[in-house]
């Protein structure tokens, strides 16, 4: 798909006190191409609860197609801060009130990549997995669901190639939540 005049973020080459790098709105007629996959589907096994099974995949590729000289020296001919191909896959079993989902997603190593100013860098892949457990419960006018929940559980050094941040720090490492969620 074309768009004319896309707006995007571009790097000045500077850089703000804090060391976060100070870039500015542009605009550039570009084309982007991509496709998201999503399949999902739901077993029941009567008195044993239902499983449900998913996957999906996704990727965008978004390219200058008439970039000016200064356009094409400091961000490329791929603009920058794109998100990564990602792909998914989860299963969730479900029981009257319990649920338990695990989920995993892998970010690809990006293949198409800007510059920021000088060439982008491109950060490793990598894979979160998590994992939710839940009960619901109900009082006299609200329903609730305990939870229990685990994220990142590989503790992977996960960098977003699309964060203002990814050379500062990652995403969070391995955590763990306990909680109640009410619902009136």
Known sequence: MDFEDYLYLSHSGASMQNR???KYWKQTDTKVNGFELDINHTFSFGNLGDL????????????ATDPDRLRLANDGIYLPNMPTNRYGANIEW???????????????????LGKNVGEEVPLPAYNLL????RKKMTLKNASFDLFI???????????????????IAPLPGRAFQLGITMHI
Do not use: H, T
């Not at 449900?52 to 390219?63: E, H, M, P, Q, T």
């Not at 998590?130 to 457990?133: A, F, G, Y």
């Not at 994220?151 to 203002?164: G, I, K």
């Open 20 to 22: 976060l790098p100070l």
């Open 52 to 63: 449900k099974v998913g996957g999906f995949a996704d990727l965008v590729k978004n390219k």
């Open 94 to 112: 479900i029981l009257e009130n319990w649920s338990a989902r695990l989920s995993s997603i892998y970010y690809d190593k990006p293949r198409y």
């Open 130 to 133: 998590d994992l939710d457990i």
């Open 149 to 167: 929940n685990g994220s990142n559980l590989l503790d992977e050094d996960a960098r977003p190639q699309n964060s203002p941040l990814k050379y």
